[in-house]
């Protein structure tokens, strides 16, 4: 089974205990620490080794964790850990993230521009955005120098492309059609 749909079916049963227990908030925490924890390499090498024995790996879990997550949450990990698939994490955390955003009615964007946009244009394009979508929009942005002017916008599945570096392109692809 593709790991990114292991981590969908994982983050869906997740979310569905958090949301029973109302504690949606605190399951985010959890699972960003628990994402954040295997970014150290030797950790996550010693949780993901197969030849490593169960109880050695549970053991390294609760010493590393204690109290810091909930019971639930240390669970997860040890089921993670007892399959090998601690790898998921990452991945269970971005799509309980966006499961959490639908949930409330929040919708994530991303601006791509050429410069640095002032706290005008970023609001202007925020208002825009949510007026398009119907939802409250959150901005993240990022600096890309290769568009050459105007911006990209990666809102949901759609990407508004109003970039100078595109508009060129599509110019030399009309010319070189017309010979």
Not at 95 to 123: K, N, P, W, Y
Request: charged content about 25%; proline content about 3%.
């Amino acid at each position: 089974m593709p790991s990114g749909a292991s981590a969908r079916r994982y983050a869906q049963a997740v979310f569905q205990i958090a949301a029973d227990s109302g504690e949606l908030e605190r399951w985010l925490d959890d699972l960003i620490q628990l994402a954040d924890s295997i970014t150290n390499e030797e950790f996550r090498q010693t949780l993901a080794a197969p030849r490593i024995p169960f109880s050695q790996k549970e053991r390294i879990v609760r010493q590393s964790f204690g109290d810091s997550i909930s019971p639930l949450a240390l669970n997860l990990m040890l089921l993670l850990a007892s399959r090998n698939l601690v790898h998921l994490l990452p991945g269970i955390t971005d799509v309980f993230q966006d499961m959490l955003d639908a949930h409330r009615g929040i919708e994530r964007a991303e601006i791509v521009s050429a410069v640095t946009l002032t706290d005008s244009q970023r609001r202007h394009v925020g208002d825009m955005l949510a007026q398009l979508s119907g939802k409250d929009v959150r901005l993240t942005s990022r600096i890309d120098p290769e568009i050459l002017g105007g911006m990209v916008i990666r809102i949901g599945d759609q990407v508004l492309d109003g970039s100078a570096r595109s508009r060129l392109q599509n110019m030399h692809r009309e010319l070189a059609q017309r010979r």
